[in-house]
């Protein structure tokens, strides 16, 4: 039976998908960020800081990088679709704060990624990652409610370019 189908599998998925979806659970590492301890997720994870589009309130989420395409750039991925608050949050107001590895709130412009882009970075996070992906892409693919299939569409990206202070 392949790894796939196995019960074991579909239950770890299905485990995967609640935690996700366990706004205590997700929201922990927050708190991480706030004790200026970020550094102990490296550059695989970031804090990011937006603006509540409704609200006008500050916001934070924190979210993986999936692609680092140069020194000044961040690619994370919105695991629950283009209905996550916090990427609705950016595509109305992309001016945001990044707090990743040791550097806290350093200013930035988001950028929703173009589906190409996003299949080319997605491309490379599976390459990379492969291991992880065998058992992540599952869950992101519930979280999303449906497959992610090689040159299909890819979960909406977000590029986080830092800005230099003062600009």
Known sequence: MPVTTSPVFRAVVGAGERLLRSRTLVRAPILVYRLGLGRV????????????????LRREVVL??????????????????????WFRNVRADPNVRVSVSGDRALPATAR?????????????????????????????????????????????????????PGR
């Open 64 to 85: 993986e990088v999936v692609g680092r395409p140069a020194g000044d750039r961040y690619v994370v991925v919105s695991g629950f679709g283009g209905r996550a608050q």
């Open 112 to 164: 929703a990624l173009e589906a190409s882009e996003a299949r080319y970075v997605l491309a490379g996070y599976v390459e990379r990652h492969r291991r992880a992906w065998a058992w992540f892409g599952p869950v992101l693919e519930r979280t999303l409610g449906g497959p992610i299939e090689p040159g299909g569409a890819p979960p909406p990206m977000v590029e986080l370019r830092l800005r230099p």
């Open 41 to 56: 997720f490296g550059s695989r994870m970031l804090l990011l800081e937006h603006t509540g589009r409704r609200s006008g």
